[in-house]
């Protein structure tokens, strides 16, 4: 009665409360412990009824049956998971048909008063294993590495040893006699073999897990494999009480860890369960080799020839496990390798990372040893471009080529690091001010130099800011100091580099203020627009005008374009500005075609920069600015420069898309770009700028002319007209009048102009056009 009540106690603190509400579970339960108390109770005395130990048995298998073939019809399992149930179910079926042959041959020929196993009981008994084995075997471990598969096969190489081990120990030696249980010569190799098999499919799955159970079903499943493993070790302890048999406890018990394994699966697909975590490590294999060193002492204390057999074996399974460790340090340290790389170096080039540049240029910093350091940091002009033309594919090839070219202009101490996106950083060690400039101009013109990718030849440049190294300076201000250039060598016309100094903070503070300060003038009215005329030749006749915004602060005064646009371009506020001032000029054009008629201007030119041709709502933006306020579209000229589209891609769709409109396109400061007659080919143009860079020497020898009197036969040829910036002499003016030019502006003929005083203009023109008819030429088409 004790045991019974011990047993109980013991078994309702293992099953949870939700298991104890199913009612197979229950019976399971009780059937467990009826059968370890008429266990207990046979150990004692010899009890009456041998047919009452039987029920227990062939009861609890036959209910582990009916809980097995229930779970394997769930429509919420998995296919792999309802086959597993499926087979488990037809083997404790046969082992259950097992069992009632064997209890009918045992007390039927003995009187239940020795063990015996007929044919068919074994038959059947062989066939619920080979099913069980199939079950467990075909269980899916998913994909591993050629190192994974290792360790696995070697942890359960392991444990196979220690169970054989065990087996041959307790089974073959203690109690030979079992042997002659099964009345055949075959039977018990058999069994022997499949047994053998069965733990190697257990051990597969306890190591190796399996997707389609969850690991507390695999938990269950795995306990009873533990009661069947010690109830056979138990056999030779009670070999003199021939009417007892460890099957009559151990039987309900694997039938009860086989239904809290389904009760456990049954809950597992009742909920969304979070992804178990798995242990780094397996505990199993150490676990077995913590029994054979138990096994091996008390082997130890009496001195029989098996002794040397367990030594032998022992010496064999810790072979074993060195070899395992081995594998495992090897693989550890090939990570620890591996993730320490990836948590110093750029995933895409290799390079350094922030993090590892920022630590060498610590440690450059603080060696005294050195002649000195710099840091340069490289931003590639126009990337973006590359991004949207060609596609992401494209600019992270681009990017690898810049890295090779990069540690090409460098020797093999220095430091080159991608710190994100399309900036590098290059730490020069031991240089002088002088050698760090000369390898920052060496990069500069190697990067100057096409890069093939992909089929591709793309012009690669960068801006380049350079700082010298300072004793109390740390690598985080070095970097500040560099950025600081380098934004300089981007206002002054990118592909360059520039030295930091001291002034260059205070450039960089006054920048940070104009930001500020030019939301503040977006949305409180301190912008204005001027206009410069664009004039017809020999006359000077006004023929349209260009827009130009300017910014009258109120403290400062009049804040030169020269240092607001590039900081409004650096933010991107150009886009909003850009919005504003096409707004304002087109408001202004349509009020003066409206009030003057003929006499207004022919065309209002807008410039737009690179950014607004990038947003993909440009094309959108101008159609509704034309809507709101009434200006028709050939009455438009939006001017664009050579480097805003030379890089194609969305660019250039939008200017496609601004010229359906039918708006005209100016192409300004021609032949100072990249590739001018290129671009002729690839971008819609309707109007030539030439750049005053061609007009300042039209009035020297014949060699001087010879590009501006080129740039008109081009226009010409390709039915573009041609304007002439930037003419400041009536010598210009008049030369470039021999030469062919009709449409020309700058200083000579008048400055940018106020609203009224462009009116003014107008106002003398409706008095002559009153007198005689003027009709003014058209700036293109």
Not at 63 to 73: F, H, I, M, Q
Not at 138 to 162: E, F, H, K, N, Y
Not at 394 to 417: E, I, K, P, Q, S
Not at 531 to 545: K, R
Request: hydrophobic share 50%; proline share 5%.
């Amino acid at each position: 009665m004790a045991g019974d009540l011990q047993g109980r106690t013991a078994l309702s603190r293992i099953v949870p409360e939700r298991v104890r509400r199913q009612p197979i579970q229950i019976a399971l339960g009780a059937l467990a412990v009826f059968g370890l108390g008429w266990f207990a109770l046979g150990m004692v005395s010899v009890p009456p009824w041998p047919v009452v130990p039987w029920i227990p048995v062939v009861g609890s298998s036959a209910l582990a049956t009916l809980a097995c073939a229930d779970v394997s019809r769930s429509a919420e399992l998995s296919r792999a998971a309802r086959s597993f149930w499926r087979h488990l179910s037809l083997a404790v079926g046969l082992l259950t048909a097992g069992l009632a042959s064997n209890a009918h041959d045992m007390l039927a020929l003995t009187g239940g008063t020795a063990p015996y196993i007929g044919p068919l009981a074994l038959a059947l008994y062989l066939v619920a294993l080979l099913i069980t084995i199939w079950a467990l075997l075909r269980l899916p471990i998913g994909r591993r590495s050629r190192q994974a598969l290792l360790t696995l096969g070697l942890d359960a190489g392991i444990v196979m040893l220690a169970a054989v081990l065990f087996a041959w120990y307790l089974m073959l030696r203690t109690a030979p006699h079992l042997l002659d249980v099964a009345h055949s010569s075959w039977s018990a190799p058999l069994l022997a073999a499949l047994g053998f098999v069965e733990v190697l499919a257990a051990v597969k799955v306890a190591l190796a897990g399996a997707g389609p159970l969850p690991r507390n079903v695999l938990v269950a499943l795995g306990m009873s494999f533990v009661v069947a493993a010690l109830s056979g070790g138990l056999s030779p302890l009670i070999k003199d009480e021939t009417h007892l048999t460890t099957t009559h406890f151990s039987l309900p018990l694997i039938a009860f860890c086989i239904g809290l394994a389904v009760e456990r699966q049954k809950h597992a697909t009742s909920r969304s369960a979070a992804a178990p975590r798995r242990r780094s490590f397996s505990l199993l294999p150490y676990g077995a080799i913590a029994a054979v060193d138990v096994l091996l002492l008390v082997s130890a204390q009496r001195p029989e020839p098996e002794i040397r057999v367990i030594a032998a074996a022992t010496i064999a399974l810790t072979t074993l496990v060195v070899i395992r460790q081995i594998v495992a340090f090897r693989d550890n340290a090939s990570l620890q390798r591996q993730l320490s790389h990836q948590a110093t170096h750029d995933t895409l080039t290799q390079l350094a990372n922030r993090a590892l540049f920022a630590e060498r240029t610590a440690e450059a910093l603080a060696d005294t040893g050195l002649r000195g350091s710099a840091l340069a940091l490289i931003d590639l002009d126009d990337f973006k471009a590359v991004n949207d033309r060609l596609g992401h594919a494209v600019g992270d090839a681009l990017l690898v080529a810049v890295a090779h070219r990069l540690r090409a202009c460098v020797r093999w101490y220095d430091t080159v690091a991608r710190l994100g996106g399309d900036e590098f950083a290059v730490l020069l060690i031991d240089v002088t001010p002088a050698e760090a400039g000369q390898i920052t101009e060496r990069i500069i013109r190697t990067l100057r130099t096409p890069v093939g990718v992909d089929g591709h030849e793309l012009l690669v440049q960068a801006s380049v800011g350079l700082v010298d190294s300072a004793r109390d300076a740390g690598a985080s201000e070095l970097l500040r100091c560099a950025d600081v250039a380098m934004y300089t060598a981007k206002e002054r016309g990118k592909s360059r580099y520039v030295r930091y100094t001291p002034d260059l903070d205070v450039r960089a503070l006054e920048h940070a203020r104009l930001e500020a300060e030019m939301r503040r003038a977006l949305d409180g009215g301190e912008l204005f627009l001027l206009y410069q005329p664009v004039v017809t030749l020999p006359g000077g006749e006004l023929s349209g005008v260009e827009a130009l915004v300017r910014w009258r602060h109120p403290e400062r005064g009049l804040v030169s374009p020269a240092e607001f646009i590039p900081v409004v371009e650096r933010t991107g506020m150009i886009v909003e500005l850009g919005a504003w001032v096409l707004r304002e000029a087109c408001r202004q054009m349509a009020d003066w075609k409206h009030r003057y008629g003929p006499a207004a201007p022919v065309k209002m030119s807008v410039n737009v920069s690179a950014r607004q041709l990038r947003e993909q709502s440009f094309a959108e933006t101008v159609a509704e600015v034309l809507a709101e306020t009434g200006l028709s579209p050939a009455d438009l000229v939006v001017e664009i420069t050579e480097t805003s589209v030379f890089d194609g891609g969305l660019a250039v769709e939008t200017v496609h898309a601004v010229q359906e409109l039918g708006v005209a396109i100016a192409l300004d400061d021609f032949g100072t770009g990249h590739s001018s007659l290129g671009l002729l080919r690839t971008c819609p143009v309707d109007v030539l700028k030439v750049d005053k860079l061609f007009i300042d020497g039209v009035t020297g020898n014949t060699e001087q002319a010879a590009i501006a009197t080129s740039l008109l036969h081009i226009a010409r040829a390709l039915r573009l007209s041609a304007v002439a910036e930037g003419v400041e002499t009536a010598a210009q003016a008049e030369r470039l009048h021999e030469l062919g030019y009709r449409l020309a502006q700058g200083f000579h003929f008048a400055p940018p102009l106020s609203p009224g005083n462009i009116e003014q203009i107008l106002e003398g023109r409706r008095e002559n056009l009153g007198a005689a008819s003027w009709e003014p030429p058209a700036l293109a088409g």
